[in-house]
């Protein structure tokens, strides 16, 4: 499986973005599609999943109520749209597939290039 990640950008504070993260190769609807952030010196952390094959959804509580994680199966594409942005969410964004476990980096298999996302105060 091969992702590629892409939507990042530079926003002031309360703004929006979306990303996008396209899945190619053979996915399961037992295993999740999962985004995952870095900020500068501090380590990669989860943000929110989905398993392909469900509705449920998971969420980092820094996120919760801000950002909203999708898919389109038909298009192998997974979201995260993004409101009302904090400095604090400035990172690289990383879209993941694998798990279960799904909060965790160990839980996925495969990885996106990552996208920068850098809020303005």
């Known amino acids: 499986v091969q992702l590629q990640a892409c939507g990042g950008g530079l926003v002031q504070a309360g703004g929006s973005l979306r990303l996008s993260c396209v899945a190619s190769?053979?996915?399961?609807?037992?295993?999740?599609m999962g985004w995952f952030r870095q900020a500068p010196g501090k380590e990669r952390e989860f943000v929110a999943a989905?398993?392909?094959?469900?509705?449920?959804?998971y969420y980092a509580d820094s996120v919760k109520g801000r950002f909203t994680i999708s898919r389109d199966n038909a298009k192998n594409t997974v979201y995260l749209q993004m409101l009302n942005l904090k400095p604090d969410d400035t990172a690289v964004y990383y879209c993941?597939?694998?798990?279960?476990?799904?909060?965790?980096?160990?839980?996925?298999?495969?990885w996106g290039q990552g996208t920068l996302v850098t809020v303005s105060s």
């Open positions: 993941a597939y694998g798990g279960p476990p799904i909060a965790t980096i160990a839980g996925y298999d495969y």
């Open positions: 190769g053979r996915t399961f609807s037992n295993h999740a």
């Open positions: 989905t398993f392909l094959g469900g509705y449920d959804t």
